[in-house]
């Protein structure tokens, strides 16, 4: 199957810092990456949709220029979280859509391992 | 809009017994439907789909799940657990528009502890 990796799966920083984290398709090209949030004991939240070579779409309330998007290749994205603060810390996840044979697709997303952000 | 309903927020089971996670969907057009597992700090990876065809969905790690559109229902089952099924459950919708790029709309997730 559709291999998503995801790097660091630990970081931890000072306040004020900026992490970047990447999200990878091994084995496929993704024209469509997402990135989520997810606190301790709940679901992911849908922070925003990217797209190759274009801008992401951010789903209201997420601070587009603190969590930067930027998807420049079809198997690569990436996510900066600027000026970090202790709030900011949480488990992230990104997912990647491959195209189907037909241009269209199935719904289905594979996700990456995750990483886990500590802010201290 | 949709919506994903895990009624169960945490289901605890003893090993070798059934287990049935629920799931309801709300939705006027048609979707596909998924089942997700997370274990600790770890990512998502997918237990089944359904997208057509069949009702009765047969996934990975001996789980199935039927979908019942009279009941917009998408219940996931195991006929015997194991305590490595320990872990998170996401039920996701996909609402299939023809043209969207949108994302899945996951349930709360329901927790399955396998009791000893």
């Known amino acids: 199957g559709a291999v998503v990796s995801q790097h660091p799966s630990w970081v931890i920083c000072k306040s004020g810092t900026s992490v970047k984290i990447e999200c990878r398709s091994l084995d496929f090209q993704a024209t469509t990456m997402f990135w989520y949030r997810q606190f301790p004991k709940q679901s992911l939240m849908l922070m925003a949709t990217s797209n190759e070579g274009s801008k992401a779409t951010y789903e209201q309330g997420v601070e587009k220029d603190k969590f930067l998007i930027n998807h420049a290749s079809l198997t690569l994205s990436t996510l900066t979280v600027t000026s970090a603060h202790p709030e900011d810390s949480s488990f992230y996840i990104c997912?990647?859509?491959?195209?189907?044979?037909?241009?269209?697709?199935?719904?289905?997303?594979?996700f990456g391992e995750g990483s886990r952000l500590t802010v201290l | 809009a949709q919506s994903v309903t895990q009624l169960d927020s945490q289901v605890p089971v003893f090993e070798e017994a059934p287990v049935e996670l629920r799931c309801n969907y709300s939705s006027s057009v048609s979707v596909y439907l998924f089942w997700y597992v997370q274990y600790p700090n770890q990512g998502l990876q997918l237990l089944l789909k359904y997208l057509s065809g069949s009702t009765l969905v047969k996934g990975i790690n001996g789980f199935e799940a039927e979908f019942n559109k009279s009941q917009t229902s998408f219940h996931l089952r195991k006929p015997s657990v194991h305590i490595s099924d320990t872990a998170e459950y996401f039920c996701?919708?996909?609402?299939?528009?023809?043209?969207?790029?949108?994302?899945?709309?996951f349930g709360k997730g329901t927790h399955l502890i396998i009791q000893p």
């Open positions: 996701a919708v996909f609402m299939y528009s023809g043209g969207g790029a949108d994302g899945l709309t």
């Open positions: 997912s990647a859509r491959e195209a189907g044979l037909a241009g269209g697709t199935t719904g289905e997303l594979f």
